[in-house]
C-alpha cells in the first residue's frame, strides 16, 4: 500500500486500519445522537431568537406611538400652543411643532373635535378607523391617494384634564421604509400585511405589486384572529423562511394587520436543523478523521524527521521564518524547541540590524529633506511674486497666460516637493486614541475612490471588535500614500482591491491587494527606501512616508507576496487591551 511520496509498511497499515475501525464505528452511533440532539436544540434556538427579534419589531412600532404620545402631551400642557389652537385651529402645526415632529419621524398631524370631527389634517387623507375613548394609542388604517397604508399615532385631548375640547392625534405612516429599519433592526426579513375586508395583502415588499397574504391555512389565520396571539411557522411564506406572524390589533380590538419576521431558510442553519445531512455530515467527519488518524498516528515517527529537514532547508534558504511544529515530549520534541530557538534569535537579529539601518536612512533623509525644503521655499515666493506682477497691463495677454500657466505649474511641482520632504523630516507625534482599525483604511479607500466607478472592492474583515491605539489621521494617510501607488498602477485596466482584517498572535493585521501589475521580487527590499521609484515622475518618498507614519504609531508596514498577480501591504498593530486599575 503506498501514496504520493510516501510508502506505508504492514506495521504502519495495521496501525491505520485498527485506529479507523476504532473512531468510525463509535463515530457512526454518536454521530446520529448528536445529529438529533444539534438539530432539536438549534431549532430551538433559532424559534427563541426569531421569537426576541419579532419582539424587537413591535417594541419599534411601539416606539414611534410612544413619541407621538409624548409630544402631543408637551403640546397639550402648552398654554401659548393651546391658546394658538382656541384662535385658528388651522394653526396646529406652527414651525416648531413641525421641525420637531421631523426629527421625531411623526409625519401626520391631525386636530379633531370633541365629537371626532377632523379640523385640520397636516396630509390629505382619510382615515378608515378611529379611536375609542379614553384611548391614547391605536393603530389606524389611513388611505393616501387611493393608496392604503397604516399610521402608529398617539391620541392627546385637549385639556389634558376635565372636558376635552380638541383631540391632537400625531403619528407615523407604516410603509417601505418602515419595514426596511425593523429588517435592519433585527436582521430579519420583515413583511407587514394590512387588512382589506378578510384578506390581508403585502404592499411593501415587491414596490408596484399587491401580494395577497395566502401562505397561512384557513384555520390558522381564523386563530390568529381570534386568540390575537402571534404564530410561529417553520415553512412560513412558502417555505422560504421559518418566522413569526404577530396580529396587529386596531382600535374595536380587530386584526387590521399582520406583521411577519423571519429567517430566510439557507446556509448554516439548514444544516444544522435536518438531521439526515447533519448525521451524515458528521460521519463523513468521523470517517476522514478516522482516516487521518491512523495515518498520522503510523507515522508518527517520521512526520517529525520531515519536519525538522524541511525547516533546514528553509533556513538554509536565509528564510528566518521558518518553525518546526512540536509534536512530541520526546528527543524529536527536544530537537524542535532547539531549532525553533535559535530560528527566533537568527530573526531578530536580522531585525534589529534591518530596524537600526532603516533608522539610520531616516535620520540622513530627514536632515536632507529639511534643508531642500528650506532652499526651495525661496524659489517659491520668487515664482508667486512673479506671477502676481504679471497682472500689469504692460505685458501682452499671450505672453501674460504662457507666463502664468508656467510658473503655476513649477509652483505646483516645487510646492508637492516641499510638503513631503517636510512630511518625512519631521517626525510627527502621533495623538494617540483608541481606534477601530479599519477605520483609517476604509476611510482613505474612500477618498481614493471618489468618481472612480469602475473600481471593484472586497471586503473580509474579521478582526471583530479588536481596537488598537493609534493615530487615525496619520493611518489614513499612510494608506492614501499606499493606495494612490495602487491606482496609479491599474490604470488603464478594470481595477479591483481586496481588503481583510484579522487578529493573530495578539495583533490585528490589516491587508490591502490590487490587480495591477505587481511588484517585482528584486526590487521588494528597496520598496522603502527613500527617493526610490520605478515611475518616470515621482519623488520615491510615499512608501517611505507610509513605513514612517506606521512605525511612528507602534505598527509595522510590510509587503508581502499577493494571492494574485498585483500587489499586497500588511499592516500589523497590537491590540489596544485596557488596563484595570485596582480600587
Do not use: C
Request: charged letters at 25%; a positive charge.
Amino acid at each position: 500500500m503506498s501514496f504520493r511520496g510516501f510508502k506505508l509498511g504492514r506495521l504502519q497499515r495495521k496501525v491505520l486500519l485498527v485506529i479507523s475501525v476504532i473512531v468510525i464505528v463509535p463515530m457512526l452511533v454518536a454521530g446520529w445522537l448528536a445529529a438529533e440532539w444539534v438539530s432539536i436544540s438549534f431549532e430551538k434556538r433559532l424559534q427563541q431568537w426569531i421569537v426576541d427579534a419579532a419582539r424587537a419589531n413591535q417594541n419599534w412600532l411601539e416606539a414611534y406611538q410612544n413619541d407621538a404620545v409624548i409630544l402631543g402631551r408637551v403640546l397639550a400642557d402648552d398654554p401659548a400652543y393651546v391658546g394658538r389652537l382656541e384662535r385658528d385651529p388651522a394653526e396646529a402645526i406652527p414651525l416648531p411643532v413641525q421641525q420637531i415632529s421631523q426629527k421625531l419621524g411623526i409625519d401626520l398631524i391631525q386636530l379633531y373635535s370633541p365629537e371626532k370631527k377632523l379640523l385640520y389634517s397636516s396630509l390629505p387623507m382619510e382615515v378608515k378607523t378611529l379611536w375609542e375613548r379614553g384611548q391614547t394609542e391605536a393603530v389606524l388604517k389611513v388611505t393616501r391617494k387611493n393608496k392604503t397604508m397604516l399610521a402608529a399615532v398617539g391620541i392627546t385631548p385637549i385639556p389634558r384634564q376635565g372636558k376635552p375640547r380638541y383631540y391632537l392625534v400625531l403619528g407615523s405612516l407604516l410603509g417601505q421604509d418602515f419595514t426596511d429599519e425593523l429588517a435592519q433592526l433585527t436582521g430579519l426579513k420583515a413583511r407587514l400585511y394590512y387588512r382589506e375586508g378578510k384578506n390581508y395583502y403585502d404592499l411593501f415588499s415587491t414596490p408596484g405589486q399587491t401580494i395577497a397574504l395566502k401562505h397561512l391555512p384557513a384555520s390558522t389565520l381564523a386563530r390568529l384572529e381570534k386568540d390575537k396571539k402571534p404564530y410561529y411557522s417553520l415553512e412560513a411564506e412558502n417555505g422560504q423562511f421559518r418566522g413569526l406572524y404577530t396580529p396587529i390589533v386596531d382600535p374595536t380590538g380587530r386584526v387590521e394587520a399582520i406583521m411577519f419576521s423571519g429567517l430566510e431558510r439557507r446556509g448554516v442553519q439548514e444544516v444544522l436543523t435536518n438531521r439526515v445531512t447533519l448525521f451524515l455530515s458528521i460521519s463523513l467527519l468521523g470517517v476522514i478523521i478516522g482516516g487521518l488518524a491512523g495515518l498520522l498516528l503510523s507515522r508518527l515517527v517520521v512526520r517529525p524527521l520531515e519536519y525538522l529537514r524541511n525547516g533546514v532547508m528553509q533556513l538554509a534558504g536565509q528564510n528566518f521564518s521558518a518553525s518546526v511544529p512540536v509534536s512530541s515530549n520526546d528527543e524529536f520534541g527536544d530537537l524542535a524547541k532547539a531549532f525553533n530557538a535559535m530560528a527566533a534569535r537568527l530573526r531578530e537579529a536580522r531585525d534589529e540590524q534591518a530596524q537600526r539601518f532603516q533608522k539610520d536612512k531616516l535620520t540622513a533623509m530627514g536632515e536632507l529633506s529639511a534643508s531642500l525644503a528650506h532652499e526651495i521655499r525661496n524659489p517659491i515666493g520668487i515664482i508667486n511674486t512673479s506671477a502676481a506682477l504679471l497682472d500689469k497691463p504692460d505685458y501682452a495677454p499671450e505672453k501674460k497666460a504662457e507666463l502664468t500657466r508656467m510658473i503655476r505649474e513649477e509652483s505646483l511641482r516645487v510646492a508637492t516637493l516641499v510638503q513631503d520632504f517636510l512630511q518625512l523630516s519631521r517626525h510627527r507625534q502621533p495623538a494617540f486614541a483608541v481606534i477601530d482599525p479599519a477605520q483609517p483604511l476604509e476611510r482613505a479607500l474612500e477618498l481614493a475612490l471618489a468618481g472612480m466607478p469602475a473600481i471593484t472592492v472586497r471586503k473580509a474583515l474579521r478582526h471583530q471588535d479588536a481596537k488598537i491605539q493609534a493615530d487615525a489621521g496619520l493611518l489614513q494617510q499612510a494608506w492614501s500614500n499606499i493606495l494612490t501607488n495602487a491606482l496609479q498602477a491599474m490604470k488603464g485596466k478594470e481595477g479591483k482591491f481586496w481588503l481583510s482584517s484579522g487578529v493573530e498572535n495578539g495583533s490585528v493585521y490589516l491587508s490591502v491587494e490590487d490587480n495591477g501589475p505587481g511588484v517585482p521580487p528584486e526590487i521588494m527590499p528597496r520598496l522603502f527606501e527613500p527617493f526610490f521609484t520605478t515611475k518616470e515622475q515621482g519623488t520615491g518618498l510615499g512608501l517611505t512616508i507610509a513605513h514612517t507614519l506606521v512605525e511612528a504609531n507602534g505598527g509595522r508596514l510590510e509587503a508581502r507576496p499577493p494571492e494574485g498577480n498585483g500587489a499586497r501591504f500588511v499592516m500589523r498593530f497590537p491590540v489596544y487591551e485596557a488596563m484595570e486599575i485596582a480600587p
